[in-house]
T-cell receptor, first 116, second 114 residues
Framework: EPEVTQTPSHQVTQMGQEVILRCVPI?????FYWYRQILGQKVEFLVS????????KSEIFDDQFSVERPDGSNFTLKIRSTKLEDSAMYFC??????????????FGPGTRLTVL | GDSVTQMEGPVTLSEEAFLTINCTYT??????LFWYVQYPGEGLQLLLK?????DKGSNKGFEATYRKETTSFHLEKGSVQVSDSAVYFC?????????????FGQGTELSVKP
């Protein structure tokens, strides 16, 4: 069964360093998402991506964040200069997308980012 | 803005007990409503959904009914099993949002004891 994969499963970095979180969405899906969950808090929407551009972003997704689909399979989230408060579980999701109706979002297992 | 509120966890039940996890929402228009489940070490999986008022979503013995009058989408199961131990998330997708983002509640941890 197709699934969304994410690497690494756990990333430890020093404050101020750049990190790139990687995701491989399901191959025929068209919409891609990043969410994050700070320990003990809600899962929060960060950004959605369609047709090689950002379709929506939350107020959390400031200039320190960027997303890219560098090839036909990967979808990345970059944090340019990490802060302590960026420590969280980051989830990637994808959905097929079709006119009319809702398509299920399929989530990856998450990358736990720890900023020291 | 749109939001989802779930009952606080953790919820601890004995096997075969009845389960209710409350979920209420605030949204404009007619959002789609979802329950996602996260088993230990895994990603979020869609458990069930409802896209319009009075719809009932069901899957694996779980049910939830979209109640617009009370803005609720409570999750129920008649007889829980140890394997149902997980974190359950209620979520909505706003009507106005074509990109399909999800707005989640805080999650409710369920622990089922044999």
């Amino acid at each position: 069964e197709p699934e969304v994969t994410q690497t690494p499963s756990h990333q430890v970095t020093q404050m101020g360093q750049e990190v790139i979180l990687r995701c491989v969405p399901i191959s025929n899906h068209l919409y891609f998402y990043w969410y994050r969950q700070i320990l003990g808090q809600k899962v929060e929407f960060l950004v959605s991506f369609y047709n090689n551009e950002i379709s929506e972003k939350s107020e959390i997704f400031d200039d320190q964040f960027s997303v890219e689909r560098p090839d036909g399979s990967n979808f990345t989230l970059k944090i340019r200069s990490t802060k302590l408060e960026d420590s969280a579980m980051y989830f990637c999701a994808s959905r097929m997308g079709a006119a009319g109706g809702y398509n299920e979002q399929f989530f990856g297992p998450g990358t736990r980012l720890t900023v020291l | 803005g749109d939001s989802v509120t779930q009952m606080e966890g953790p919820v601890t039940l004995s096997e075969e007990a009845f389960l209710t996890i409350n979920c209420t929402y605030t949204a404009t228009g007619y959002p789609s409503l979802f329950w996602y489940v996260q088993y230990p070490g895994e990603g979020l999986q869609l458990l069930l959904k409802a896209t319009k008022a009075d719809d009932k979503g069901s899957n694996k013995g779980f049910e939830a009914t979209y109640r617009k009058e009370t803005t609720s989408f409570h999750l129920e199961k008649g007889s829980v099993q140890v394997s149902d131990s997980a974190v359950y998330f209620c979520a909505l997708s706003p009507t106005y949002n074509q990109g399909g983002k999800l707005i989640f509640g805080q999650g409710t941890e369920l622990s089922v004891k044999p």
